[in-house]
């Protein structure tokens, strides 16, 4: 192994220890990168000697034009990246949704639709849950806000704590996949992919989760009714909690339609859609009565402060992937996964295998940033397209093969918010449970959840079509 693979390792392996510091993950990324660009600077030429001694200002000088082709990716990457400036706007109009209304509106007509049927009020949380997903895209305001709604109903009628809160828990996460989703916004710029045809590619295996999660509920109702109580004295259901219902659906599917429908149709970039969304939940916050200077205010401060957390790690996570390349890392990563000699199918296994061990240790975005880009690299470049192994799996082009891989990462990624000890939805739960709801609880809860995303991966990654048809459907798809 040469010393450039050494520091490789180095560089990668001292960042995963770092992390259980406790350090900010934005200053580990960038901080640990430029030590360990300046180790490899330092070695490099001193094993030249002869130069050090003909330029002694060499040094001086080769670290300042490497240290600054490190600055110069930072702002082509981070800070002049088109697509990244949806990301504000999309946790904008996620966080004035939750502040609107709408969830309590259809949470009160959707329980009067469904609440009669056993498992119900779970089925009513879920469908909540998938609008919120499709509106804001913001997991942890999705999580918490179905846990303050859905969990005092169920527990007040008698639903099992395990069932209640693993439902909600789960159904809340539901935002990291199905559009428009901050997270699809980076994995697509990481992967230079489209985040249309991401948006297009993750609205249908979303759905079939969702769906998921529904015929668990109604198998729960069969085979352990106990766990899934029918109400004692149902509200009778008319015409008129129907038309209630769909008079609460339509605010919310309209901002839908209008952010993904301009993507789909051609109308606007995801940029331009983000900007869309935004505008539409501010007027149904305004329509609502819920906007108002205090509102806009606390909203904006809550947007800054998630936006910056993130393009803080974005940074971090450039440096550190220049200085990874610059060592041939992902060139040692890829050999290394290669040798194992397991052919296409096989490496993307374990590749997907890896993604789900480290959601036990690692946040969702540090996977994004740091281990995306080199997986990624393994399947294809759409600006290179005769490089990875895209042809070997059976596509057609490049960027193909990376959207149907960056939603088995990203289903895959799913599971994190739900696995201990960093699943976040976990935490989020337990802060605005009820007394009675115990982690234990939450924990059992959650397990069936789990193996329904295993299950969504395995229909995925063999029926390819589920990603693929709406973005071949999509203008110059």
């Known amino acids: 192994m ?9 560089l990668f392996g001292g960042f995963i220890l770092l992390l259980f510091t406790g350090f900010p993950i ?45 600055v110069r990716n930072i702002w082509s990457q981070a800070m002049a990246n088109e697509v990244l400036v949806a990301l504000p706007m999309f946790i904008f109009m996620g966080y004035l949704l939750d502040r609107s209304g709408i969830a309590e509106a259809l949470m009160k007509s959707f329980a009067r639709v469904f609440g009669p049927l056993r498992g119900g009020y779970a089925i009513t949380v879920i469908m909540i849950g998938i609008l919120l997903a499709a509106s804001t895209g913001v997991v942890g305001a999705s999580v918490v806000l179905l846990a303050l709604l859905g969990l005092p109903v169920m527990l007040n009628n008698r639903y099992h704590p ?18 428009p989703s901050i997270m699809l916004v980076l994995m697509a710029d990481r992967l230079a ?35 899934v109580p029918a109400p004692v004295d149902p509200e009778p259901i008319t015409p008129r909690v129907i038309v209630q219902l769909l008079l609460a659906v339509l605010p919310p599917f309209g901002l839908i339609f209008a952010v993904l429908g301009t993507i789909f149709f051609g109308i606007a970039t995801p940029t331009e859609a983000a900007g869309v969304g935004a505008l539409g939940a501010g007027l149904l916050a305004l329509a609502n009565g819920k906007l108002s200077f205090r509102v806009l205010k606390e909203v904006s401060e809550a947007t800054t402060r998630s936006t910056a957390f993130i393009l803080a790690i974005v940074v971090g996570a450039v440096a550190f992937a220049h200085v990874l390349r610059g060592l041939e890392g992902d060139l040692l990563i890829r050999n290394s996964l290669l040798a194992l000699d397991l052919g296409p199918t096989g490496t993307l296994i374990v590749i997907l295998l890896i993604v789900f061990l480290l959601g036990f240790v690692l946040d969702w975005i540090q996977i994004v940033l740091v281990i995306l880009p080199l997986a990624g690299a393994l399947i294809g470049n759409p600006s290179q397209p005769m490089s990875g192994m895209w042809m070997e799996l059976g596509f057609e082009g490049p960027e193909q093969a990376l ?34 709801v115990t982690l234990m609880h939450i924990y059992k809860g959650v397990i069936p959840f789990i193996l329904l995303q295993g299950l969504a991966v395995v229909i995925v990654f063999f029926w390819r079509d589920l990603v693929l048809w709406l973005p071949g459907l999509a203008p110059g798809g």
């Open 2 to 10: 040469e010393f450039n693979d050494v520091l490789a390792v180095v």
């Open 26 to 70: 934005a200053w580990l990324l960038g901080g640990f990168s430029l030590i360990v660009a300046g180790m490899a600077i330092y070695v490099d030429l001193n094993m030249q000697d002869w130069l050090v001694e003909a330029f002694p200002n060499t040094w001086l000088d080769i670290s300042w034009r490497y240290m600054s082709a490190i």
């Open 162 to 179: 395990t069932v209640a809160v693993g439902t909600v828990t789960a159904v809340g996460t539901l935002g990291i996949l199905i559009p």
């Open 193 to 227: 992919i489209s985040p249309g045809g991401l948006f297009m590619g993750a609205l249908l295996p979303g759905l079939m989760l969702a769906s998921l999660y529904v015929l668990y509920i109604v198998a729960l109702g069969f085979f352990r009714p106990s766990a």
């Open 403 to 436: 959207i149907w891989f960056t939603l088995l990462f990203a289903i895959v990624l799913q599971t994190s918010f739900l696995t201990p000890p960093v699943g976040f939805a976990l935490f989020y739960v337990k802060g605005v449970a009820p007394p009675g």
